[in-house]
């Protein structure tokens, strides 16, 4: 159950696109098609952006994208906006019904 | 509209025990998974456990096994998380939220503070 693993922050400028990585295992990211990424401004209830490892909610906008390589999801985040600036969290299900959160990213908008 | 909303946190000294309440509305909550989720100060998300809708299958973050007991009241569309034995490393905001198979939580409620502390 170790965390899986972003980077601590990413930064872009409004219309640019970013990238967010989040590492794991093939017990977790790398062994099941249910990552999960969320939205989250401190103080707030998170977010869902992404489930099953590139489908959108209801809402969310296309902008908002998803991807998976072996053991290692991505979020990219494309025509940036300044409102789009929170921490970013992937999530992969563990097995038994078990799920493991990453470290989280910051997304700066420069 | 979905509203999920929790109570019970506060100040409590280490050693101490406290039972969280989640109260819901907007969905079939006796159809649904449920799941804690916490943030410490500064730190990250982490999954804490979930039960299923008949409440027969619970799971654990192994941090919490033995100290945690999740529970659900389908009648009154309520979630609970009892924590014994708290250490000053449970202090954190904890959020319940609907789990589904390819998320941990789909809706989220807005948290509750925890603090263990002397």
């Known amino acids: 159950q170790s965390a899986l693993t972003q980077p601590r922050s990413v930064s872009g400028s409004p219309g640019q696109s970013v990238t967010i990585s989040c590492t794991g295992t093939?017990?977790?990211?790398?062994?099941?098609?249910?990552v999960s990424w969320y939205q989250h401004h401190p103080g707030k209830a998170p977010k869902l952006m992404i489930y099953?490892?590139?489908q959108r909610p209801s809402g969310v906008p296309d902008r908002f994208s998803g991807s998976k390589s072996g053991n290692t999801a991505s979020l990219t985040i494309s025509g940036l906006r300044a409102d789009d600036e929170a921490d970013y969290y992937c999530c992969s299900f563990a097995g038994r019904n078990t799920y493991v959160f990453g470290t989280g990213t910051k997304v700066t908008v420069l | 509209e979905v509203q999920l909303v929790e109570s019970g946190g506060g100040l409590v000294q280490p050693g101490g025990s406290l039972r969280l309440s989640c109260a819901v509305s907007g969905f079939t909550f006796s159809n649904s998974w449920m799941t804690w989720v916490r943030q410490a100060a500064g730190k990250g998300l982490e999954w804490v456990a979930n039960i299923n809708p008949d409440g027969r299958e619970k799971n654990y973050v192994d941090s919490v096994k033995g100290r945690f007991a999740i529970s659900r009241d389908n009648a009154k569309n309520s979630l609970y998380l009892q924590m014994n034995s708290l250490r000053a490393e449970d202090t954190a905001v904890y959020y319940c939220?609907?789990?589904?198979?390819?998320?941990?939580?789909?809706?989220w409620g807005q948290g509750t503070l925890v603090t263990v502390s002397s």
């Open positions: 939220a609907r789990n589904t198979l390819t998320a941990a939580g789909d809706y």
């Open positions: 099953d490892v590139s």
């Open positions: 093939s017990s977790d990211v790398g062994g099941y098609n249910y």
